[in-house]
Antibody
Framework: EVQLVESGGNLVQPGGSLRLSCAAS????????MNWVRQAPGKGLEWVSY????????YYADSVKGRFTISRDNAKNSLYLQMNSLRAEDTAIYYC?????WGQGTLVTVSS | DIQMTQSPSSLSASVGDRVTITCRAS??????LAWFQQKPGKAPKSLIY???SLQSGVPSKFSGSGSGTDFTLTISSLQPEDFATYYC?????????FGQGTKLEIK
């Protein structure tokens, strides 16, 4: 069974940093393309970032480019999202996703 | 960026009804379209990929069709557990983009 478990969400002040993690199991993580998708409170879904299985290709939404960095550790079956210079508009539930599965999400709140 | 437009934004239906949700892409995306179901307080769940292929374990009451720019999700014989918000998503090119969602409510 595919499992994706996000962690690292928290309350952080504007301008602060946070690192999200996603622990994956039940599938061949090293060959799987992975994405982060977020959902602001009461809003729709917004794609954030993509990383290929071998980390050679990465993409970012314009809204986070230059502030967020996606990475992975295939030896640990883990996906990461380093978030810097956080803004109030980054407040959302962040989901780790494969092409068919989603984690339960982790809440990031940016507020003073 | 490819814009995805869903209609309607909300829909009221009764148990046993058949409903159709439409998703339109701002440019052709072949069949690179997925549909997701989201219930309140839960993560989205993948229903359909490649416009018409059912994910494993998804009941056949859900069906998708379309290619190019126009797509539909049809849900037959609505049951109480089907009332949720539905999103389409294109994966023809990055950035991935979602429709704004269709909230399916009980009449």
């Amino acid at each position: 069974e595919v499992q994706l478990v996000e962690s690292g969400g928290n309350l952080v002040q504007p301008g602060g940093s946070l690192r999200l993690s996603c622990a994956a199991s039940g599938f061949t993580f090293s060959s799987s393309r992975m994405n982060w998708v977020r959902q602001a409170p009461g809003k729709g879904l917004e794609w954030v970032s993509y990383i290929s299985g071998g980390s050679s290709t990465k993409y970012y939404a314009d809204s986070v480019k230059g502030r967020f960095t996606i990475s992975r550790d295939n030896a640990k079956n883990s996906l990461y999202l380093q978030m810097n210079s956080l803004r109030a508009e980054d407040t959302a539930i962040y989901y780790c996703t494969t092409e068919a599965s989603w984690g339960q999400g982790t809440l990031v709140t940016v507020s003073s | 960026d490819i814009q995805m437009t869903q209609s309607p934004s909300s829909l009221s239906a009764s148990v046993g009804d058949r409903v159709t949700i439409t998703c339109r892409a701002s440019q052709g995306i072949s069949n690179y379209l997925a549909w997701f179901q989201q219930k309140p307080g839960k993560a989205p769940k993948s229903l359909i990929y490649d416009a018409s292929s059912l994910q494993s374990g998804v009941p056949s009451k859900f069906s998708g069709s379309g290619s190019g720019t126009d797509f539909t999700l049809t849900i037959s014989s609505l049951q109480p557990e089907d009332f949720a918000t539905y999103y389409c998503q294109q994966y023809n090119s990055y950035p991935l983009t979602f429709g704004q969602g269709t909230k399916l409510e009980i009449k």
